[in-house]
Nanobody
């Protein structure tokens, strides 16, 4: 199983980025998908999750209203659209897959991507 995250970069505060995560080697539409992030010196935390079919999404309070998670099962890809970025959003972002319908707990995720760096300048 491979999860390949991309789309990170350097952006000014208030800007936008869209992260993508392409999956292979798993039954994509039978896995919940999530995005997590880890800032320097901090633990990895949940950002957003989406259910198997994409009809339910869950967000951390810190990103609600600014970030949108979505998936295209036909492309085995999950996205994270990030708008209104803030310096506090600076982190390495990871995509992950779980056999649960959707989950916030990282321990429920079986497969992880390699991470993509997002840096927001003030």
């Amino acid at each position: 199983v491979q999860l390949q995250a991309s789309g990170g970069g350097l952006v000014q505060a208030g800007g936008s980025l869209r992260l993508s995560c392409a999956a292979s080697g798993l039954t994509f539409n039978r896995h919940g998908l999530g995005w997590f992030r880890q800032a320097p010196g901090k633990e990895r935390v949940f950002v957003a999750g989406v259910s198997w079919s994409g009809n339910f999404a869950d967000y951390a309070n810190s990103v609600k209203g600014r970030f949108t998670i979505s998936r295209v099962n036909a492309k085995n890809t999950v996205y994270l659209q990030m708008n209104g970025l803030e310096p506090e959003d600076t982190a390495v972002y990871y995509c992950a897959a779980t056999v649960a319908w959707v989950a916030r707990d990282g321990n429920e995720y079986v497969y992880w991507g390699q991470g993509t760096q997002v840096t927001v300048s003030s």
